[in-house]
């Protein structure tokens, strides 16, 4: 029998791609977990329902047997729901930022606003599985990383680890994100009229995604220059990460610290130096591909790295983490 | 009467811009000059017969007076055409990178292939006329500036001319570009299914207008780290510029430095620190716009810069620098 | 002195379009009138204000002599606001449903909703200069058409007049438009990501501009079938329209029709039989394109209409019907 | 042990799509036959090479044993490789249209030229399914229907076959079409900035998907006007389909007339009256979508016709064939 996953924000496009990934999990099935109907839901052919829908409450949710909850929904909301679904047996993915920064501290510096809960923010995991994989494993509660910082960590971090960068001279993450990564509530800047042909920077040096990156990759917040950007297209981030190598290193010489740092695992692609992978290459994937240029007499690196927001960069990760966590092979329903 | 301006490449995307330009503009009407007919003509509403066409030859350009002529055209074919032109009495504004590189030596290098007219190179003048506006008045030939470097140019001059800059610590040129930028011949890179909901990098640290930017701005190239993307969208460029400031910088103060370098710059804009323009507020126009952030704890600065890849970036500049080549108001036809 | 012409609803996509043309004219100056700060401008460059700004209110009309105001406001705030203006002394130029219907029954019938001035809907002139530029010019009340009955009269009355039409096989006209004739406000339905490379259909057989055809045109509304539909681009409509002529008609005799009618008419461009225009050949213009093609063997015909849903489609003719009102050149602006 | 399944002409849109579908095929696995190699290949991750590559010949797929080809080539090169196939012992399926018309007259008057292979189209078989699903099973040769032709026909035959149409009357088929039913070949007109913004008829009562809809739905030429149009997107197709009911016709009774038609069907969805799916609910999947709007009163119906050019449309479609001639479950690797 397949275990009933809880999905709670499931209008949305990463719970609706949570929904989609689930329709075709060999040992999960959807459940759809209705918060507040604040939006209206597709309609559909005559003679196809959907999945099961229940109310998001405990009560449902233990009665219903739900084994793990996905939270998708707005950081207050998590706040709100997460300890309920605890309590109601089962397992929790937030995708939101509640759960990301392991301190009340750091969640108020850069989210402006108390936490409301300080206990479960001190145990989450942060669920990025190519380097937190055995602490997800047996987590009550995953935070699912954002989507910039999941394309950036899993860029910088084995630079940093291998000790090749060049930290006093900054690093600088030039970053680009689809549309979708925005929400699906309506807004002006997310109408179509007002981002079709056109392209603009947003939260230059400040957004809120950036402490993730800190956390992870172990830079301080002085070295790291991050700017996001809005694509008029619907679904992928691209960042192209520049930094200085310490001499003597070259294209294939950064490559081979990747491919020893990512042997074995299923989503991460590499590509031959000089060739940069673009977002076509991961849309609707839980990929992240990456790419590296190197000019060896200058020292000068860049890196591209890439997903698509809603797939490794959200809906698809967490369907990662829940493998992890129910025990399920990684890549089930993911390939 | 109004001045005769032939239009060379008038089929190409920045051929057809200045054409579009010159239809209104007030002192001088577009010829159109057939060099090579390859590509299809735009259908035209019944009754309404375009702008004279004449050959691209000496003998006609003298014949019907041409005054001045646009070269819209690869590097080859302005190599070629320049002389002739200029030989036929007329002033040229050269829209390739035939011109633009001053030695011989440099355009090999940046170009892979011999330079066939020295002497014009060495005499041709560099068209951005915020920094060589007298130069420009009396040349009778100008190398209309390549599109990235006229947005990098003006956003990065004025930091390195200020001295605030830290050159030690690089800077970065993070640059995306619209696709008509490439061109309108068709490609696979530029066709329609390949581009819509896509994004990449391209050119890494490698592109033949990093030169210009060097020889502009005066800074070398280790220090220059540049990287171009393709947009899915049409017209438009906007590059996101990182480096560092000397202690004691702030937002307001690299603003000021801006406004006293661009007093009565017609064309130049400046938005309050923070805000950053978008492809939208310069699209269609001969702007350039400009906005700052800076985090003055760090040092850290972020310097966004937009322009038209098809105005500012090339037929609106043109027409800039034809206008004082032919002693017209500066902004005649542009506003 | 420019005459003063007050935009309401100016930050809307129509009342943007108007304040950018009015800006270019030669014998009017744009103000804006607010009437609800419903939404946020767009920033602005240093040192660049934009025009003159006073409250939207009959005695602030009357006091700055604003000679015309165009209402680019919903129908409910049309009705309300057209008498105030009027009794200011202001000639109206208004862009919604609101007086385009004649009677108060037909209004009824297509809005659901009552008419709070007969009186005034009565007195209305339809402004599509093209059939009623003399009444145009003595109205001091002008009801703007409708984007998607613009096109569609301007093809389909000349066919109609003529009699070479086969009304009893009845007339289909399939449209299409971008999404700024949706307007400005935040919808689901206008979002970017349920927009971009999607398209569909909407108020099949029973949109609200049905009815300006059918008075038009001269049409009963059994023998018209018109279905809309959202394209994912910002401006631009394109209708197909599909009819049977009478035996003996041809490509070319259908063209002779339309040049005859329209002979004279600056903004009306056609096309050699068998040659539709696209989007482009209109787009930020104020031109309607007609072309045609017809199977004589069988009587089939089909005609392309295209407009700028902005240009002809609102704030261009709006701005016709001004230059008419006020005795200024018809095309003033507008070139 | 898998079935090799050939596929000529991989590197195009209908190619590569093929090839994705099959790599998840759970019977058959892709063996990519080259035969020109005149466009480059994707750039591929390290360490991930794709399917196997033999060249087109007849010596090759006999012996890898090539159990089944599919013909992703034009009409020209199919008619030169199909007969080589059969007699390397595989089935084809030929998704140009080559072997659509059943008659060589018919072939020459819509396609312009000689068919060189008159037995094997007598003998090909018309692969849509839901009409000819028996002969399929049967078939050595399949003539993959044209993406218009497929939407038109699942939504007109049932009205012609019910007898509901006033076939007198005439039918009326607008159709819409993303970019990638044009091919991968860089043209002019399939360029991003030919078609980004931009929207356009082609092909006005004469395309050459008309006669695929005559032969199956039984109309004649004179009683069918259809129009193409090329949207800015990539993939999906929706015509809107105009036509009058006889008496006593509703929205729901026509739609009872689909469900009789398509009950079973697994790629055939109905909506409920009023409501007209979007490309969106198609895209990347074999179905097809169909919704019914009727005004009673008037007898005025529309029928909207959804499907993936590039899914149902093509290759969606070549592997539900390619199921019923290998005996697999026709939804294999489809859902």
Redesign the interface.
């Known amino acids: 029998m397949k275990t009933r996953v809880g999905i709670v924000g499931f209008r949305g ?1 990463s719970g609706a791609e949570l929904v989609r990934l689930l329709e075709h999990h060999s040992s999960a099935e959807p459940w759809l977990m209705e918060h507040r109907a604040d ?2 839901d ?2 559909r ?4 329902a959907g999945p099961p829908r229940i109310p998001c409450t405990q009560e449902a949710a233990r009665q219903e047997k739900i084994g793990l909850v996905f939270l998708a929904t707005p950081a207050d909301v998590s706040m709100e729901l997460a300890p309920a679904m605890l309590a109601a047996g089962a397992l929790v993915v937030d995708l939101s930022g509640a759960f990301r920064l392991r301190t009340v501290e750091n969640y108020a510096k850069w989210y402006k606003e108390q936490h409301t809960q300080p206990k479960l923010l001190a145990e989450a995991v942060y669920g990025l599985p190519e380097f937190y994989r055995d602490a997800v494993r047996q987590a009550p509660l995953v935070a699912n990383p954002g989507c910039y910082p999941t394309a950036a960590n899993l860029a910088i971090r084995p630079m940093v680890e291998s000790g090749v960068i060049d930290r006093a ?2 690093i ?1 993450c ?1 970053a ?1 994100s ?3 990564g925005a929400g ?1 509530k ?3 800047k ?13 939260n ?2 400040g957004h809120r995604h950036v402490p993730e990156v800190l956390l992870t990759s172990g830079l301080e ?2 070295q790291f ?1 991050f ?1 996001a ?1 809005l ?6 981030i ?1 960042e ?1 990460i ?1 930094f ?1 190598v310490k001499p003597g290193s070259d294209g294939e010489s950064i ?1 081979r610290i990747y ?1 020893d740092r990512y042997k074995g695992e299923p989503f991460v ?4 130096p ?8 991961v ?2 994937t839980n990929l992240c ?1 990456i790419g590296v ?1 190197v ?1 060896a ?4 690196a ?1 890196v ?1 790295s890439v997903i698509d927001n809603l797939g490794k960069g959200a809906a698809g990760q967490a369907i990662q983490n829940m493998n992890l966590m129910l025990g399920y092979p990684e890549t089930e329903g993911l390939l």
């Open positions: 496009y939006s209206a597709q309609p052919p005559r003679g196809h001279a900054g600088v030039d680009k689809g549309v979708s699906r309506p807004t002006l997310t109408s179509f009229c007002e981002v079709t042909e056109n392209f603009s920077a947003y230059i040096l917040e002085a220059s700017t950007h694509l008029p297209l619907d679904r992928g691209l192209t520049y200085r490559l491919e692609r590499l590509y031959d000089g060739h940069a992978p673009d977002l076509r290459s849309q609707r591909g240029k000019d007499a200058t020292g000068r860049v591209v």
